[in-house]
């Protein structure tokens, strides 16, 4: 392999006029990162420990430096393209994953610092943390690439062999289509599993520690202080009688 065609982003594939990416390896991929977030977000939760989250963001910021870089040796990737590696590929533009690789590594370095280097949660981070989750989630269960969507507002050159084929696809199947009885449907799942959510962090008693670590989570500084504070008076008051 000679330098030009090493540094070449994506392969070429008879019938594409422009280099590509297998979309299943990268849906592999988000599923198998997907699945590391989750268990640190637990982790951090649960157990009061950031240890498994500060290896998995410094394996994730390396991981898509790597992506940016050229992805064929990503290990991810290449953990995607494992078990995927029976199934027929599905070619994808590079340019556009490329593009959206590059958001995830701008949000991964910083998060890396704030966790690894200088640990200082807050509900920056935390949000963050959430919106790096949410992408992989919609990559790995939907095949939405949100960073793919964003290239084509930013970028003369529309992207062409996006997931799902959305990029050629101006007109839907009857089966893809909402009736009104299904749209109203839709409506209402939405709005419930909006309310409950939003419910079960705000608005339930702090009867579980899953609770308690949440609603700490979304603290400032400022506030996690005033708390303990508050606490350090309430116990000394209770000594005092």
Partial sequence: MNIKEFFGYGEKVPGYEVRVLNEREARAAAAILFVGAFIGLTNGVMLGTAIFSEYFVTFFAIDFTIRVIQPRYSPSL?????????????????????FAWVLGMILAWPM?????IDFQPNPIKVLVCLICMALLFFESAFSICLGCKIFNLVKKEKATHCPGGVCEMNIKEPIQR?????????????????????A??????????????????????????????????????????
């Fill in 78 to 98: 290449l953990l995607g393209r494992f078990f995927v590696r029976h199934q027929k590929p599905e070619y994808v533009g590079a340019a556009q994953k490329r």
């Fill in 112 to 116: 890396f610092y704030y966790l690894v």
């Fill in 178 to 198: 909402f009736n009104p009885i299904q749209k109203t449907i839709l409506i209402i799942t939405m709005v419930l599993i909006t309310y409950g959510t939003y």
């Fill in 200 to 241: 079960y962090i705000t608005k339930l008693p702090d009867r579980t520690q899953l609770v308690k670590k949440l609603k700490i989570m979304m603290m400032s500084n400022q506030q996690i202080q005033a708390l303990e504070d508050a606490k350090a008076d309430a116990e000394f008051e209770k000594d005092d009688f």
